[in-house]
Every structure is written in structure tokens, then in C-alpha cells.
């Protein structure tokens, strides 16, 4: 179905000299969109011009409105020669076509040529008219809202969580074309750019079309990456989560990211009511709005309401299923049939679906029966049923568990029932030994792998999991259609994977540890673009094996699953990895419908120490582990050490603060081609691995913590070695058992002066640990009988130092060794790498006094954060000039290059401490032969100092943070999003009206029938501020009235008015204030290359300037859209090539993240006392 | 093994005040990173020197990058490139256009050309300023100069508009370029003892007094160019001495008020002659533009060295000056010339500003008036002789005197410059 694509060209600004006579510029623009161009008059000899051109209209396919950009390109005419172009703006339209989001563009972009850079700005205004699509045929998706952000976006409910997305989509890569040969760069280049902003809207689109047929509207944890192939081609993938989310209005506005950590029962209690009823009112008819509304409870974020749809059934057991074998899956099918009416149905006039929900509009839910509920659910339950088996098989306390230790690792044995064509191996040793015969060389070496097998019920019954079925709106009744789409729908859910890292409370039960999967492939030339089949079978291998580690782990989901790639010449990892985990809607179950009381913490399973409950029982152990009573509850057991790859859940409890771990590794690897290479690698994967493991253990003792939140790890590869790089952030959490220190012994013990060598080095790090503790607020005090400083630790808290770096046979018989001994600790201090490895151990520098650091959102311990916030990218390139270098030594200089670059932010930030860096995102490749890049973006957020504690202190800090907050209100220019909040005379009294306001008008004002009036408002007030600020610069006050300044907020485009601060975050929320509005999301491709490398400052010069013009075209678009901050901002692909003897240089840059619009809290917190209250540090252990 | 690529870039752009300095002052990384280890940036930091010249660099880097914007401050406020608070981008602009007072005073009145730029490395060696910074300093005078050189109205005004600088830049700014438009000699010997700011203030003076923009408040006036016309009837005041009679009836009438209130009232009476000569030449000289270039050397060599070599004091001068126009007025109702009129207006106009530079050059030779703050005025005036002279405001001495010279108040005066060294 055809919308309409409106443009107009306002004006242009700062444009670039391009006749030298005279000085100035005659410059037109060409509007383009599909295969239809139009152009404006030229505005002779500017550099500002002003157009102001006719609205463009473009009558197009929904499909290609989301496939194609909006092409603007500005072009000098020259009347003897042809038209130069001085550069171009694509715009993605997409946010544009989803009612929610926003429904204007408008603002100035830069124009951007990939030789020149940034040249100029050009004000462009679009607007889309979408006719509604009603035929179930189609191919477009418009209306599936994208979020990058791995956890529900603040102002929204997940009604449902339908499960995982993926799709992929290769094409040929233009810059190897034989094309290429004979177009200058800049064509080539865009090109490129056009053909990736082509295929990322295509993959989207069809992304949607599987979102739309699950019945979902929206994809959470949107993760998009490019495999650039060379030869081979262009790949371009996604996963995702597929949601149902519904905006909450009213209460769910007014609160904050649980980051400022004011989860105070009261409060939810609260606001909850409000949050169910409006969930309620929406229809999404069912009973299970019941539990919706305790876990919004529950939940401090915002509601987000995660609704498991299947979860229903697992409070009638059935362990019958497991016997049942495939008739599992029909009695799946056929449930989900049964229920479709229910969930598929929208209106709330249905009789079926009214029924049921009419209880739940009681605002108590008190009346609620629970029976009655019940029975309703079982009968609609239908994909998640898999999670009744597990939790009933094994009772209750399933949980993730990341292979606790490192003996954990030597445990794997081959697996037996393996669903991948894995080549049989058993542990790393036999895998070295027997490459993959086939030319596609696999090595998959997961963390943890259990040799469990599974019957194929089970993998029938997980494979359903988190599928939803339900159908959505448009499939509603169309019953026969809907059968088909549950059928594929169940076919499709074969992976029970979730992007997201962060979940309601309630609904991540247990965590078993990290799963992942790697496999080496030898790309070879994609024949056919529309069948990317092979790239799809890679993929699909690699997730089964992911899929299979869980269930080894006995979990049935994975969560913080993530997909990445390393490519060089035609070798290519594949790697994948997650968190084993079970996931539950625990409040469904144990029928207390009725939590809604204030301690829904019910006694199974006390909030903050559930998730470490290791999900099997002793007996039966996946791998040796080292398990101990629950610190907290003493009921259950807890592995002494976790690793997962989500963020830390809001409800865990944690003693101290957190910190960086990083293990940090590379290896040499001989130069070679073909499978030749491909074997090679994937002959050194599992020893990388194993050894990365090893270290994050060791320096996780280290600093006297006992688990690794939002480990990532990341395996690059070069053409003569591969790098390793495993980053996470390092706990301590109250649950789990006191890690032991770390034991140092040397094989000869006869030797005085070695006893002493090894006793100062045991003193050293008993040292550290003790220093580490102190520094990261560690204080236990139960474990007063603790090892540290005692020479002889008990047996249990005793942990293995592993030697790392050898590769001799020696190693080998260390794994077998440590096999079946738990308790064995190894002390190889005569071995010369090991004291090497120790010292690098030690020589880790830690955080300089004010600073702490973490790659996960959240900072434990740390709750009020100002609202200074400084994201930045750093990248470095090393060359090792060294051409014989050991795999020591290669390891000592990457080390160093860590600790510089991260000890350089430390010193740049030193004026925001006390600060936090939170997600430190490093991202190493192996560009050359002897270059090893490594690219960091992170958020730097300070904090108050004074953790106070009692209430009337925090009411101080606040209000201090307010004027803080104030103060830098008033530096910044005013926004006009901002004229709304800002009312800093008197914040306590304007607060209750603003914050009714807010409510009121964000979801009530009708923009696109505003547009229209808008704009031409917005060209008088144009015009007026053009002759009334001649070249002054004037920074406050937009000429609008409060009220109305969101849906004018192109207003910031007058020429002379300052340019609208944008805020970029990797995280997900910003401290200080609350996200109203989600306008889409920002995914960009940008090329930059030159040939004047030396005159541009060098590569440090070029890239530099290349990524201050990124951040621009970012900030450029989101303030387009309307918004004030990009959150969840991440650098996908930095890719630098360069070539000093011809000058030359190209650099690739990926970028995503969501728009949104926040307002500061500050006007609002004097009607909400506990926003921001610092909660009482947690730091003693119940 | 080494750092091949090394960049940071913050979302907020990153800049320290003490790098920025550093770098405007046209130091290299190197010597930079020296200075700023000196200055104990690291004391505290758990830091080594890689780091600190890595963060040196990239901050050259930034302002390397920002210095394109800063040519044309306008654009800073709305580039989209750097996102930097208006504060931050006030005191880049502010910092930028700051300029050493020793390297003005260089170039003071030259013609701002390729063939100064060429000498800049001297200037450099004799100021001690790094030829970076000079080359920055001199290449800011030439942008001003050309932004303002075809605009209409004020000049303090436009300069402050176009180039969004402070008020106080923007009046040094405007004295620049009035002084490079007319070229003033200010670089003689005898001027040296003068330093920007005395010339800044003359350059007020007459941008106020002088000037087209003066003249008549229109918007079409023209700060930069003095007022043709003001200058043709100058030549008017040669009158003043060629006529005996007035000579002498103007002579009398100053003496008569001047009588018992100086104690220099004799040499006063003697030089008379000798100085309404000098002064009233000056004056019908100036429709020549050379003559214009040596209205400073001019005003020292025939009027202020005079009265030094006769010891007046500041006071004295400033008397003086007073009644010789107060008589002129009188010695207009005398004659009932209409053309006088307009005449002393000149001759007042004229006059007034020389009496401020004439006050100002003496309080600089040290020879104040004698009371209270003379000893203290003086000391601080032969110190300033030999180094960078934080000019006395002469504005004291002005309200001190209470003349009928209401504008005169206002204005408050500054130094003229002339043989200086001499004096002291």
C-alpha cells in the first residue's frame, strides 16, 4: 500500500567555497527517493542559500519506504562543466512510519561527502502520510517499532515477549565490483553507503514481517552487524527480541531508571494499580494481566510488565511431557490453538476476552480468584510450557549457573547427543588433534559443555519456549491464517533465545552461566543474493550447538544472547554466546495472585539471591563444581563462582561496588591460507578460550569478587595471530560463598631462595586482594575465618592459578589432573611464563582514587549520579615493529595497550570524579599483519560522593543534585523540549501541573495533524527571527509558547538560534531524568576516506575528525526527529585501513542507538519525594 | 612497537583552559607536555608521561580542528561538528582573540600586509613570543580588520557583533583597526614609553570625536575613516596665530585666568606663542593623510616635550589647555564671527583630545601634579617607563581638576604618547 513521502528544502548553511573566483557557491539539491529525483532552483553565489522549495512528494510502496533512505544530495551548478556535488544526507525514514514514534523530521543536517567530511549544513523538513494497510499479504512492516536498548524501554509494558528474531542479508560488495575499477572513490563509497542503508532497511522490514507474524509490534535489543566479506560479499544480519509492548501512560511516566535505585516497596505499590489498569484498558485481554501487574510491581524500572503468555501452565505440572515425546508438540499446537481467541483478540468487546479480564479492572485485585484464573491460563497456554517441564524435573531451584571455576572447563566431555554436526572430541586436547575434516573447518568450543543428553521432547518443549504464538492484531480473527502462523510460528521458535540483558523482576528465575559457541568457516562468493542459505546454515549451527549447551546446563533459555563476527582474508569466526538461564513467571505459578502486598518476597526464593540458585541438584552435576549453601537464604545451593553475560539484575543483592575485569590475550599464529588457516585457528581456539577463562577467574579472586556480570568475550583475528579479549564486570554478590585467594607454590620446594621468591609473590597478591577489597568496599564479616593472608586456605576457598601461556603437552596433563580434583590448586611459580602471568596479574593497575568502572549498565553501589554525563570513543592502533615476537611478549604489549588506554580515559575524565565509566565497550581487531586496534566507547557519569544513608541526608544531597542539575540546565541552551520541564522558579510548586501536563499532552497531541499548521507557523517565526537576530547569537528563549514546544520543536532550526544539545549514552536511561518519548531508532553507515592523509593531520588526524563528524550526523538526525538524546548508543564497526605511502586512508563506521526525548526530574521531584533517594548501601550482607 | 593511531573524541568536546592556552601560545606537543609536567598536571594521577602527551595531542588536535570555526566565530555558535556549552565556546572565542600587548605594540599602525606578516619573525624574537602565536595574533587583527573594513556603523559595535567578543576585546579590537586604517606612526622611539592601552584609549578618543560616525548619528556612518570635513575646517583655527591681535588677545585671556594658579606661570606666559603655534599646526596639517600617520610623534615633539622641558606637571597642562579653550570661546564673542561657532567646536574637539593625550603622556613622564598622590603616581609612573606600564587612569586627574570640560569627564583621559624615555 502507498504512503506519501514529503520533502522540503529550506535552506543550507556554512556550504563549502566552490567557485574560487568569486568565493561563494551556486548550489541546488537533487531530492531523491527510489527512482524518482527532483530538484530545487539554484540559489546563486551563497554560502546560505535559502531555497525554501516547494514540498516534494514522492508516492511510494510501504515496502520501499522502509528499504529506502531519503537521498539528498547538494550539487554547485556550473554552467560550461558538470555539477560538482559537495556532498549528501541520507535520511532513514523510518521512524516516520510507526505512529508512536515521531512524526516530523526537520532540523539541519550536515552534508556529508565521504572524501571531504562534513561541508556545510542544509535545513530539510519530511513528512510521511501512510495510508493504513490492511492486506495480510504484504511485504512491508511499517509500524514495528526497533529498540536497540537491551532491557523493555523505560515508558513501555511488555504485554508479551514473544522471543527471538533473525534474519540476514547478503548482497555483493560494491567496492568489489569490477565497477570499482574505474569510479572514482567517492562513487564507490556512496555506493556502499547507499547499498548498506538498502539492505539494513530491507533486513529490518522483513525483521518486522516476522515480528508481525508472531503478533508482536516491536523488537527489543535490536542488534545489527555487517560482515564485510571482501570478495565474498556484504553481509548484513540482526537478531532481536520480538515484544509486545504497550506505552504506558499516566503513573509509568513519572518513574525513573532503576538506577537511581529508589525501588522502595512503597513507591511501587504505588503506582502499580495504575500501571495494571492500563494494561487492562488496552485489552490485552487474559488473566495473566494478574501477574502482569505484580511483576510491574515487583519491578522498579518502569512496568515494564513482561508478560510470558505460556508461562501459565507451569503451575499444573506435567511430567507427562517429557515422556510424551513428540506428541509434545502437537498437545503444543493444539494449545496454542486453543487459546488463540483469547490472545488474539483485540477488542475488548470480545466476550471472550472481556470475561476473563473483567476481574482485573478491580483495582485491587482482590477479588481476583485465583482458581478461576488458572484454569483460564492452562487452557491458553501454549508456547512456554517447555518451562513447566524443567522446573518441575528439576525442583524449582534450576538456575543459571556459568561454569563456576575453571575445572569446570576441563570437564567438558564429548558431547553425545549433540544436535550440530560438532566434530566429535572430547575437551580441547582430541579437537587440537583431529581438525574437522570438511573444508569448512568448525571448531565450536563452547565455555561449558556438558555431556548431557536430551531427549527430543525436551528440545521439542524448549524450542517452543518464548515463542508466543499469540497472534497479533491484524491476525486476530482470522482463525485459519492463525493456525498457519502458530504452526510456523512454533517452527520458527526453535531457539529460545533473548537479546535482552536485563529483565523484569520475577521473570529471569535461575542462571546458570555463559554458553557459547564458535565455529570457524571459509567464506567463499555468495552466488545468489536472494539465497543466502549458507550464511542462514552457519548461523543455524551455531545457535543449535548455543541451544544445546543450555540445555546441558539444564536451562531451556538463553538470555544477553549476542552475534558476532571476525573476518580476515577469507577466514571468518562465528560466534555466539548467552547465558544459560531458566526463566519463569515464578508469581504464576505459586497462585499468590494476591502479592500485590508489600512483601511479595515470598520465602523460596528471596529476591536477591535467586537468580545465583544452581538449577540442578548436586547429585547430578553437569561438571564439577564447587557448591555451598545460599549466603542469603541457606536454603539452596549456589556455585562459588557465576558468569553471565546479562546485566546485573536490579534485584541482586551485592556487597561493595563492582569493577572491570579484563583478560587480555594473544597468540601467535603461522601465516597461512585456505583451510590450512581455517584449521589452524580453529586448532588455537579452545587453548584462547580456556586460557581468557582462566585469567577472569584468577582476577576475579583477584579482587576479591565471585561474579562476572556482561561478559564479552571477543576473539579477533589477524593474519599472523589471533587476539583474544574477554571484558566483564566483576561483583561480589552477597549470595554466593566468599572467594578463596589465590594460592602460589613452586614446583621445586627444596630451593630456599625460591620459597621465598613464591612466599613475597603469595604476599603480593594476598596484598591486592586485601587492597582490592577495601577499594571495591568489600567488607564481609562473616567470613572472619577467610583465607586472606593465611598461607594454607581451606581446601575450598582455594583456587587455581593456571599457567597460561604453555602450549606443551604439559598443559594437557595439567587439565586431566585437575579433572577430578576440585580442590587441586597448582602452583607452577618455576615456570616462567606463570611468574610472567602473575606479574601481569599484579601489574594490573587498578582505578585511580575517584573512578570505578564497569561494562554493565549498572554500577552496584553507586546510586546518585548527577546528571554530568560524557560519552566518548577512543581508539588506538598499535604496531608492533617487533617482528619475531613471542607469544609473551605479544601479550605484554597488548596488555599495556589496555592499561594505557584505559589509565589515558582515567586522566582525560579526571575533572568529573567522582565518576563511574560504565559500559567500557572495547572492541580489538587485527586490521594488518602487525596492527592491533583496539576502539572503546563508554559513558563516563559522575556521582555524588556521600552515599548518605539516612533520609534527611538524602533530601540534601537531592536538592544539591538539583542545582547541580539546575545549574546545568542553565549552561546548556535552553531547549525548547525543555521549556516545558524548566520551571526553575518554582519547582516544587509548578511540579504537580507539569508532571499532569506531561502526561496529558504526550500522548494527546495529534501531531500529524499539527504538521501541517506547524510548518508554516514554523516559516513565520522563521522569517521574523531571521530579521530580528541579525548575526547575533542568542542561546535562550525560543519564541514559542511553553506548551506547544514538543510538537514545534523544528523551531531549533532558525537560522542564527544555537544548535540543540544532544545527549549520546551507550546506556539505556539517562541519570536525572526520564524518557518520555522513544522517536526510533538511529542505525548508520558512514565511509570517510582521503587522499591527503598527511595534510589531514595523519590517521590520527583523519579518524579523529572522522568520528566528531559521526557524533554530529548522529546528534544532527536524532535532534531532527525531535529528540534531545540517543541512549543505548553503541560503535558497531570501526574499520581503518590506511595506506602512509599513497596518502591514503579509509575508515568505515557503524553506528546505533534509540532517539528519544527525556525531560529533566529535577521540576518534578518536588512531588516525588523517592525519586533518586540514594537507597542504603548494601554493605553488609543480611 | 608503537602507537600508530591514538584518538579520543567525547560527545561534549573535551577541552582544558590550560592546553588551550598552551596551544594558542604556539607550543608544540613537546613543550607543551613539559610545561604542563612542570605545572604538576600529573601530581595526583596516576599517570605517566604517554598519557599525558597522548591527552596534549588530542586536545592540539581539537583546537586544530575548532581553529576553522574560530575564524568565523558566528559558526561555532551553529556548527553541528563539536558540541561544546556556549560558555565554553565564549571563553574559546575570548581566548582565541587575545593578544600580548607587547606584540601589538609592534604592530601598532603597520599596514596589516603579507610584507608584516614577513617580519612577524622578528617581532617574535624581540617580544619573546612564539611565531605560531604572533602569526595567530596577526592573522586575527587582518580577519577583523576585513570583517569590519566595509561595514556601516559603529565599529566597537560590529566587531562585537560579527566576531562575538567582549566588550573589552571588542574596543581593543576597534583600536587596532583604526590604527592599521590610518597607520599611525606609533612605532618612534620617542613613542615607545607608550603602551596599547594609552593608544587604545586616543584610538577612542577619536573614533568618538574624530570620526564620520561622530559627526552625525546616522546609521550609514563610518567609524573607521576620520571626518574629511572636520579636518578641512581645522584649517580654519591657523587664524588662532596669524592673527597678531588674536594671538595676543588670546595670550592675555589665558594668562589672566592662569594667573596665581600655577607656579609655572612664567614659563607659561613665555611659551605661550610657542605652544598655540604648535598645536594650531598640527591641527591644519591633518587633512594630509602623512601628517595624520605623525599626529602622535607630532603632538609629543611640538607640544608635550615643551612643557616638559619647562617642568610642568600634569595639572599645569591641563589648566593650560583648559583656558587656552575657554579663551577661544571668549575670544569668539568678541569678534561675533558666526564662523566661529563652529570653529572653537573644532578647535574644542580637537583640543579636548589632546588635552587627555597630552595629561596622560605627562603622568607617564612622572610629571604629576604635586599633593598627596603625586609621589605615589610617580613612582609608579617611572616604573612604567621601563617595563609593560599599567598606564595610570588618568581619569583621576581629569575629576581632580573639575574643569568645565563635561566630556572631557566622561570620557576620562588617556596617554598620548611622546618622548618618553627622556623623562625619566
Known amino acids: ?1182 | 612497537m608503537s602507537v600508530e593511531l591514538d584518538v579520543f573524541v567525547g560527545n561534549t568536546t573535551i577541552m582544558d583552559q590550560e592546553v588551550y592556552q598552551l596551544w594558542l601560545s604556539g607550543y608544540t606537543v613537546g613543550d607543551a607536555v613539559k610545561v604542563r609536567m612542570d605545572g604538576g598536571v600529573l601530581d595526583g594521577c596516576d599517570a605517566s608521561a604517554e598519557v599525558l602527551r597522548s591527552d596534549t595531542m588530542d586536545q592540539f588536535r581539537t583546537f586544530q580542528m575548532c581553529e576553522r570555526l574560530l575564524h568565523n566565530p558566528a559558526k561555532l555558535a551553529n556548527q553541528l561538528l563539536f558540541q561544546i556549552p556556549p560558555d565554553r565556546q565564549a571563553m574559546l572565542i575570548d581566548r582565541y582573540y587575545a593578544f600580548d600587548d607587547a606584540f601589538v605594540r609592534e604592530v601598532l599602525g603597520k599596514k596589516l600586509s603579507k610584507g608584516t606578516k614577513k617580519d612577524l619573525d622578528d617581532v617574535s624574537s624581540k617580544t619573546g613570543i612564539l611565531l605560531k602565536s604572533c602569526r595567530r595574533q596577526f592573522d586575527n587583527f587582518k580577519r577583523v580588520f576585513k570583517v569590519v573594513e566595509e561595514l556601516k556603523g559603529p565599529l566597537v559595535e560590529n566587531i562585537r557583533q560579527h566576531l562575538l567578543l567582549s566588550d573589552r576585546l571588542a574596543r581593543d579590537y576597534a583600536a587596532i583597526v583604526f590604527f592599521a586604517n590610518h597607520r599611525f606612526e606609533t612605532g618612534k622611539k620617542k613613542l615607545q614609553y607608550l603602551t596599547f592601552q594609552d593608544f587604545a584609549f586616543c584610538a577612542g578618543e577619536l573614533i568618538s570625536h574624530w570620526t564620520v560616525g561622530a559627526m552625525d548619528n546616522q546609521l550609514e556612518d563610518m567609524d573607521v575613516d576620520l571626518d574629511k570635513e572636520f579636518l578641512q575646517d581645522l584649517k580654519e583655527l591657523k587664524v588662532l596665530i596669524t592673527d597678531k591681535d588674536l594671538l595676543d588677545q588670546h595670550k592675555s585671556l589665558v594668562c589672566t585666568a592662569l594667573r596665581s594658579k600655577t607656579k609655572v606661570f612664567a614659563e607659561m606666559e613665555a611659551s605661550f606663542k610657542n605652544l598655540s603655534r604648535g598645536l594650531i599646526n598640527i591641527a591644519a596639517k591633518l587633512t594630509n593623510t602623512k601628517d595624520v600617520r605623525d599626529l602622535f610623534i607630532d603632538l609629543v615633539e611640538k607640544f608635550i616635550e615643551p612643557c616638559r622641558s619647562d617642568r610642568w606637571v600634569t595639572i599645569d597642562v591641563n589648566l593650560y589647555l583648559t583656558h587656552y579653550i575657554n579663551s577661544a570661546h571668549i575670544l569668539d564673542t568678541f569678534k561675533h564671527q558666526a564662523v566661529w561657532n563652529s570653529l572653537w567646536d573644532e578647535l574644542f574637539k580637537m583640543l579636548t583630545d589632546i588635552q587627555h593625550v597630552t595629561v596622560c603622556f605627562l603622568v607617564k613622564m612622572g610629571m604629576v601634579a604635586s599633593g598627596a598622590s603625586a609621589a605615589a603616581e610617580g613612582t609608579r609612573a617611572t616604573a612604567a617607563s621601563s617595563e609593560e606600564p599599567v598606564p595610570v587612569h588618568p581619569t583621576q586627574f581629569t575629576t581632580s581638576i573639575s574643569f568645565s570640560f563635561r566630556d572631557m569627564l566622561n570620557v576620562g583621559c588617556r596617554a598620548w604618547p611622546h618622548s618618553g624615555s627622556q623623562a625619566c
Open chain 1, 1 to 1182: 500500500m502507498p504512503g506519501k513521502l514529503k520533502a522540503k528544502i529550506v535552506a543550507g548553511r556554512h556550504l563549502p567555497v566552490m567557485d574560487r573566483a568569486s568565493d561563494l557557491t551556486d548550489a541546488f539539491v537533487e531530492v531523491k527517493f527510489g527512482n524518482t529525483t527532483f530538484k530545487t532552483d539554484v540559489f546563486p553565489k551563497s554560502l546560505n542559500p535559502q531555497w525554501n522549495s516547494e514540498w516534494f512528494k514522492f508516492e511510494v510502496d510501504d515496502e520501499d519506504l522502509q528499504d529506502e533512505p531519503l537521498q539528498i544530495t547538494v550539487l554547485d551548478h556550473d554552467t560550461y562543466s558538470a555539477n560538482d556535488a559537495i556532498g549528501k544526507v541520507y535520511i532513514d525514514i523510518d521512524p516516520l512510519l510507526s505512529s508512536e514514534a515521531a512524526t516530523v523530521i526537520s532540523g539541519w543536517f550536515p552534508i556529508y561527502d565521504t572524501i571531504h567530511g562534513i561541508r556545510g549544513e542544509i535545513n530539510v523538513l519530511v513528512k510521511v502520510d501512510l495510508f493504513n494497510d490492511l492486506n495480510r499479504f504484504r511485504q512491508s512492516s511499517c509500524g514495528v517499532r526497533f529498540f536497540c536498548t537491551t532491557s523493555i524501554p523505560l515508558c513501555y509494558r511488555a504485554v508479551v515477549v514473544h522471543g527471538f528474531v533473525e534474519e540476514l542479508v547478503v548482497n555483493e560488495d560494491p567496492e568489489y565490483q569490477w565497477i570499482d575499477r574505474i569510479r572514482t572513490p567517492r562513487a564507490s563509497n556512496e555506493a556502499r553507503q547507499r547499498l548498506i542503508s538498502l539492505m539494513s532497511g530491507e533486513l529490518q522490514r522483513k525483521i518486522g514481517l516476522k515480528v508481525l507474524e508472531m503478533g508482536g509490534n516491536a523488537v527489543v535489543g535490536y542488534l545489527q552487524c555487517f560482515d564485510l566479506e571482501g570478495e565474498s560479499g556484504l553481509v548484513v544480519r540482526a537478531i532481536g527480541t520480538a515484544c509486545t509492548l504497550e506505552k504506558l501512560s499516566g503513573g509509568g511516566a513519572t518513574n525513573n531508571a532503576q538506577h537511581t535505585a529508589n525501588s522502595s516497596p512503597s513507591k511501587d505499590m504505588k503506582e502499580s494499580p495504575k500501571a495494571c489498569m492500563s494494561g487492562c484498558r488496552s485489552s490485552h485481554s487474559s488473566p495473566v494481566h494478574g501477574a502482569a501487574s505484580r511483576l510491574a510491581q515487583s519491578f522498579s524500572v518502569s512496568y515494564p510488565t513482561l508478560l510470558f503468555s505460556g508461562t501459565q501452565g507451569s503451575n499444573r505440572p506435567r511430567p507427562s511431557l517429557r515422556a510424551r515425546g513428540a506428541s509434545a508438540a502437537q498437545s503444543l499446537a493444539s494449545a496454542a490453538r486453543q487459546c488463540r481467541p483469547v490472545f488474539g483478540d483485540e477488542c475488548p468487546s470480545n466476550p471472550l476476552s472481556s470475561g476473563p479480564s473483567t476481574p482485573l479492572r478491580a483495582p485491587p485485585f482482590t477479588s481476583f480468584s485465583p482458581s478461576k484464573s488458572y484454569s483460564r491460563q492452562s487452557s491458553s497456554s501454549d508456547t512456554d510450557i517447555s518451562l513447566t517441564p524443567k522446573t518441575v524435573l528439576f525442583p524449582a531451584r534450576l538456575c543459571l549457573y556459568l561454569s563456576p571455576s575453571s575445572p569446570a572447563l576441563s570437564s567438558v566431555a564429548p558431547p553425545i547427543s549433540c544436535q550440530t554436526s560438532r566434530p566429535p572430541g572430547s575437551g580441547m586436547a582430541p579437537r587440537s588433534t583431529t581438525p574437522p575434516p570438511s573444508h569448512v573447518a568448525q571448531s565450536e568450543v563452547s565455555m561449558l559443555r556438558k555431556s548431557v543428553s536430551f531427549s527430543e521432547d525436551m528440545l521439542l518443549a524448549a524450542s517452543g519456549m518464548g515463542s508466543g504464538g499469540s497472534a497479533g492484531k491484524e491476525a486476530g480473527p482470522l482463525k485459519i491464517l492463525l493456525r498457519q502462523q502458530t504452526q510456523t510460528a512454533l517452527e520458527q521458535r526453535e531457539f529460545p533465545f533473548f537479546t535482552l540483558t536485563s529483565f523484569p523482576q520475577g521473570f529471569l528465575l535461575h542462571v546458570a552461566g555463559v554458553v557459547s559457541a564458535r565455529s570457524v568457516k571459509l567464506l567463499d562468493r555468495i552466488h545468489n543474493p536472494d539465497e543466502p542459505e549458507t550464511r542462514d546454515a552457519w548461523w543455524e549451527e551455531l545457535r543449535q550447538e548455543i541451544k544445546s549447551h543450555a540445555r546441558a546446563l539444564g536451562c531451556h533459555a538463553v538470555v544477553g544472547y549476542s552475534e558476532s563476527t571476525s573476518i580476515c582474508e577469507e577466514v571468518c569466526i562465528l560466534s555466539a554466546s548467552g547465558t544459560a538461564a531458566v526463566l519463569n513467571c515464578r508469581f504464576l505459578q505459586d497462585g499468590c495472585l494476591d502479592v500485590l502486598s508489600e512483601h511479595r518476597c515470598d520465602d523460596s526464593a528471596p529476591p536477591g539471591c535467586g537468580f545465583c540458585h544452581v538449577p540442578y541438584d548436586e547429585l547430578n552435576m553437569p561438571f564439577p563444581a564447587q557448591l555451598s549453601p545460599c549466603c542469603c537464604c541457606h536454603r539452596t545451593k549456589v556455585p562459588d563462582v557465576l558468569f553471565t553475560t546479562i546485566d546485573l539484575p536490579t534485584d541482586a543483592q551485592v556487597t561493595g561496588k563492582g569493577c572491570l575485569i579484563q583478560a587480555r590475550l594473544c597468540r601467535l599464529k603461522k601465516k597461512s591460507q585456505g583451510e590450512g588457516n581455517a584449521t589452524c585457528i580453529s586448532n588455537l581456539l579452545p587453548f584462547l578460550e580456556y586460557e581468557l577463562h582462566t585469567q577472569l577467574l584468577n582476577k576475579l579472586k583477584l579482587c576479591g569478587m565471585n561474579a562476572l556480570f556482561g561478559l564479552c568475550i571477543q576473539i579477533s583475528v589477524g593474519e599472523n595471530m589471533l587476539v583474544g579479549l574477554a571484558s566483564a564486570t566483576g561483583v561480589y554478590l552477597s549470595a554466593l560463598p566468599s572467594p578463596g585467594g589465590i594460592q602460589i607454590a613452586g614446583k621445586t620446594p627444596n630451593d630456599l631462595t625460591y620459597d621465598q621468591h613464591v612466599s613475597s609473590i603469595q604476599r603480593k597478591i594476598n596484598d591486592t586482594i586485601v587492597k582490592n577489597r577495601e577499594l571495591y568496599e568489600i567488607h564481609i564479616t562473616e567470613v572472619a575465618e577467610d583465607v586472606i593472608g593465611s598461607p594454607i586456605p581451606e581446601p575450598r576457598q582455594r583456587s587455581r592459578l593456571f599457567r597460561s601461556h604453555s602450549e606443551s603437552s604439559d598443559e594437557l596433563s595439567e587439565l586431566d589432573l585437575s579433572h577430578g580434583k576440585k580442590d587441586a590448586f597448582v602452583l607452577e611459580i618455576d615456570d616462567t611464563d606463570a611468574v610472567e602471568d602473575l606479574h601481569s596479574l599484579l601489574t594490573d593497575a587498578p582505578t585511580p582514587p575517584g573512578f570505578y568502572s564497569c561494562n554493565t549498565e549498572i554500577m552496584p553501589g553507586i546510586y546518585n549520579w548527577t546528571s554530568a554525563i560524557q560519552m566518548f570513543t577512543s581508539v588506538r592502533v598499535f604496531r608492533l615493529n617487533n617482528a619475531n615476537l613471542t607469544n609473551l611478549g605479544l601479550n605484554k604489549i597488548f596488555n599495556e595497550l589496555c592499561e594505557n588506554l584505559l589509565k589515558s580515559l582515567y586522566f582525560k575524565l579526571r575533572s568529573m570524579v567522582p565518576c563511574c565509566l560504565c559500559r567500557l565497550n572495547f572492541t580489538v581487531a587485527v586490521p594488518e599483519d602487525e596492527l592491533i586496534q583496539v576502539a572503546v566507547t563508554a559513558v563516563a557519569m559522575s556521582f555524588h560522593k556521600d552515599q548518605t544513608q539516612e533520609a534527611n541526608k538524602a533530601a540534601q544531597a537531592h536538592s544539591q543534585m538539583k542545582a547541580i542539575a539546575e545549574t546545568e540546565e542553565q549552561l546548556q541552551f535552553p531547549l525548547e523540549l525543555n521549556a516545558e520541564s524548566a520551571s526553575p522558579l518554582s519547582p516544587k510548586g509548578s511540579g504537580p501541573q507539569d508532571g499532569s501536563n506531561s502526561h496529558g499532552r504526550a500522548p494527546s497531541v495529534d501531531y500529524s495533524s499539527f504538521a501541517d499548521r506547524c510548518s508554516s507557523w514554523i516559516e513565520q517565526l522563521r522569517l521574523r527571527a531571521h530579521t530580528i537576530r541579525r548575526g547575533s547569537i542568542k542561546t535562550s528563549s525560543s519564541p514559542l509558547p511553553e506548551g506547544r514546544s514538543r510538537s514545534l520543536r523544528s523551531t531549533r532550526s532558525f537560522p542564527g538560534s544555537s544548535v540543540s544539545v544532544v545527549k549520546m549514552t551507550p546506556l539505556s536511561f539517562i541519570p536525572g531524568a526520564k524518557i518520555v518519548k522513544y522517536l526510533g531508532i538511529i542505525n548508520m553507515f558512514f565511509i570517510r576516506e582521503t587522499t591527503s592523509l598527511r595534510e589531514e593531520g595523519g590517521v590520527s588526524g583523519f579518524l579523529h575528525a572522522f568520528i566528531a563528524e559521526v557524533f554530529a550526523m548522529v546528534r544532527a538526525h536524532v535532534a531532527a526527529l525531535g529528540g534531545n538524546a540517543v541512549v543505548s548508543y553503541s560503535m558497531k564497526e570501526c574499520v581503518f585501513m590506511e595506506n602512509p605511502n599513497k596518502n591514503q586512508a579509509q575508515c568505515l563506521i557503524n553506528v546505533s542507538g534509540d532517539a528519544v526525548i527525556f525531560t529533566r526530574e529535577s521540576d518534578q521531584e518536588g512531588h516525588l519525594p523517592q525519586t533518586s533517594h540514594p537507597q542504603p548501601t548494601e554493605d553488609t550482607p543480611p
